[in-house]
């Protein structure tokens, strides 16, 4: 399984943002829910004392070994998987 551009872009402006001392650990909300969300978030400088805060990921809540599978292991075939 190839990692798609769009997570390699996300990775590298991740550690784009350590290199330069401007990661954040924002909190926020789902849009669709209103549910509280903590992210992972690029701080950019802007003009005069203007920043952009650029969300980049989100923090997994609860137990990750539970929630996603062990990267080394093979990925179960694609007829078993549903989108």
């Not at 549910?35 to 950019?44: D, K, N």
């Not at 923090?59 to 179960?76: N, R």
């Amino acid at each position: 399984m190839a990692i798609p551009d769009w997570a390699k872009e996300r990775f590298e402006l991740l550690r784009e943002a350590e290199d330069h001392d401007s990661l954040a650990l924002v909190e926020s909300y789902k849009t669709e829910t209103g549910e509280p969300v903590y992210l992972v978030c690029a701080v950019r400088k802007d003009v005069g004392p203007e920043y952009t805060i650029i969300p980049i990921a989100e923090m997994i809540s609860g137990d990750p070994y539970a929630k996603y599978a062990d990267p080394s292991q093979a990925p179960p075939s694609k007829k078993d998987w549903t989108p």
